[in-house]
C-alpha cells in the first residue's frame, strides 16, 4: 500500500514569494492533516480535513496561508507571501481512524 | 501553554537495556495517546497507541502506560537495539491534536 506522498521534498524561496505543497493520502483515508514543525519542536496542527470539509483550521494563520482539498483526496498548502518564520517542515498526514499516517514533509526555507 | 509535553530531550541506553521516555499531558479530553518514532528526512511512524479507557498497551518489545490521575504516560522499549536510536514524539488525539517536543532516543550498542 502506497504511503501518504509530498512534494516538494524541498523548496527554497525569497521572501516574499509564494510557494505550494502538495499532498496525496493514502486512498481510502478521509482524514487529512497539515502539520507545520519546527526545528527541535514537534508536529503542530495547522488544519485538519474530513473529506473535503476543513473541521478544524483555528491555527492556520489566514492572512498568508491557505489550503484546499478539492473532491476529499489530495490537497495543496499555500503561502503567500512566506516569510523568514515560515521556514520549517511541512507534514501531511491522512487517517482512517485515529492512527495517522505521515508523509515525508517537505523542508522550506525562506531566505 | 503546551498540552503535551516532553521534559528530556534527549536519552541514552546501553543496547539491551531498558529504554524509557515520558510524557505529561494537561487535557483530559482525549480519545488516544500515539507514539510515533522519526528517522532524520523522514515522516514520523506511528509506533504504538493507548486508547484513554486503558492503562497499558502491550506490542512486542514496546509497552506504553498510561496513569490518568498524573496524567502521565511513558513509553518502554525491551529490550534496547540500536536500530531504535530515533526521535520519539507523543502526541494526543481526539478532538485536540497536539505533539510533544519529542525525545532523542540513542542506543549506544
Known amino acids: 500500500e502506497a504511503g501518504v506522498v509530498q512534494s516538494p521534498r524541498y523548496k527554497i524561496i525569497e521572501k516574499k514569494q509564494p510557494v505550494a505543497f502538495w499532498c496525496n493520502p493514502i486512498?481510502?483515508?478521509?482524514?487529512l492533516y497539515w502539520y507545520r514543525q519546527n526545528l527541535g519542536q514537534g508536529p503542530e496542527l495547522l488544519i485538519r480535513y474530513e473529506n473535503e470539509e476543513a473541521v478544524d483550521d483555528s491555527q492556520l494563520p489566514k492572512d498568508r496561508f491557505s489550503a484546499e482539498r478539492l473532491k476529499g483526496v489530495d490537497s495543496t498548502l499555500k503561502i503567500q507571501p512566506a516569510e523568514l518564520g515560515d521556514s520549517a517542515v511541512y507534514l501531511c498526514?491522512?487517517?482512517?481512524?485515529?492512527?495517522?499516517?505521515f508523509g515525508p514533509g517537505t523542508r522550506l526555507t525562506v531566505t | 501553554d503546551q498540552q503535551v509535553k516532553q521534559n528530556s530531550p534527549s536519552l541514552s541506553v546501553q543496547e539491551g537495556r531498558i529504554s524509557i521516555l515520558n510524557c505529561d499531558y494537561t487535557n483530559s479530553m482525549f480519545d488516544y495517546f500515539l507514539w510515533y518514532k522519526k528517522y532524520p528526512a523522514e515522516g514520523p511512524t506511528f509506533l504504538i497507541s493507548?486508547?484513554?479507557?486503558?492503562d497499558k498497551n502491550e506490542d512486542g518489545r514496546f509497552t506504553v502506560f498510561l496513569n490518568k490521575s498524573a496524567k502521565h504516560l511513558s513509553l518502554h522499549i525491551v529490550p534496547s537495539q540500536p536500530g531504535d536510536s530515533a526521535v520519539y514524539f507523543c502526541?494526543?488525539?481526539?478532538?485536540?491534536?497536539?505533539f510533544g517536543t519529542g525525545t532523542s532516543l540513542t542506543v549506544i550498542p
Open positions: 502526541g494526543e488525539t481526539g478532538n485536540q491534536f497536539y
Open positions: 486512498s481510502g483515508h478521509n482524514t
Open positions: 498526514a491522512s487517517s482512517l481512524g485515529y492512527e495517522q499516517y
Open positions: 493507548i486508547s484513554s479507557i486503558k
